[in-house]
């Protein structure tokens, strides 16, 4: 059994015969599938990660896809295969935290809009409310939110896009950096050149 018969489902192989995919990802399962474990480039990633959307369904099969977020390095693996997540308080509804109650399959998907990247997880998730170490060790520091529980999620397969179609955005943080760098070279620039203006008065007088 390969690991993408997690997603590649007998109705999608069937689906992918039927449009011409199907060769190309036989060719792929021959080899295993999808990636299974965290290597040290997901790793990385993760910890460059600041917003995800995390996908639930609970008990007959209705989904749910819930928007998390924090500082980079929010997302952080804890051991194995296995990364987790301060959970804050938000304008409790808990639909992910019933969903996971229920049917603990899960899936995570992560977009680096800047390099145009975007990274699909499948899994099993569980919500853990009574551990204030592990909470606590979760939390970013200095973030100003309240975290109500965390959410450990062990990954069981893994696979990244194609860059197609992805627009290409940048960071607000990241931006403001850059201009700041730009406007600091120009400050610079332009005292040169007051510098180099009064030295040439001063040379014509």
């Not at 910890?47 to 928007?67: E, R």
């Not at 051991?79 to 308080?89: I, K, Q, R, W």
């Not at 569980?126 to 939110?145: F, H, K, N, Q, S």
């Not at 620039?189 to 014509?204: A, K, M, S």
Request: charged share 25%; glycine share 6%; aromatic share 8%.
């Amino acid at each position: 059994m390969a690991s993408s018969d997690i997603a590649f489902t007998p109705a999608v192989k069937a689906l992918q015969a039927e449009r011409g995919s199907r060769a190309g990802y036989a060719r792929m399962e021959e080899n295993g599938g999808f990636r299974t474990h965290v290597t040290d480039d997901l790793a990385a990633f993760l910890a460059m990660v600041d917003t995800a959307y995390l996908s639930t369904a609970n008990s007959s099969g209705q989904p749910y896809a819930q928007h998390r977020g924090g500082p980079k390095d929010f997302l952080r693996m804890i051991g194995g295969n296995t990364l987790g997540f301060a959970d804050y308080a938000g304008n409790r509804q808990y639909i992910s935290t019933g969903n996971l109650a229920e049917n603990d399959k899960a899936f995570l998907f992560l977009m680096d809009y800047a390099h145009r990247r975007r990274i699909k997880l499948w899994g099993r998730a569980r919500v853990v409310a009574d551990d204030p170490a592990l909470i606590e060790t979760l939390m970013p520091d200095g973030y100003r939110a309240r975290p109500e529980q965390a959410i450990l999620f062990e990954v069981e397969a893994w696979d990244v896009n194609c860059p197609q179609h992805i627009p290409q955005k940048i960071d607000a943080a990241d931006a403001a950096t850059a201009i700041k760098r730009l406007e600091d070279r120009i400050a610079e620039l332009e005292t040169d050149n007051e510098t180099l203006r009064r030295t040439l008065e001063r040379n014509q007088a």
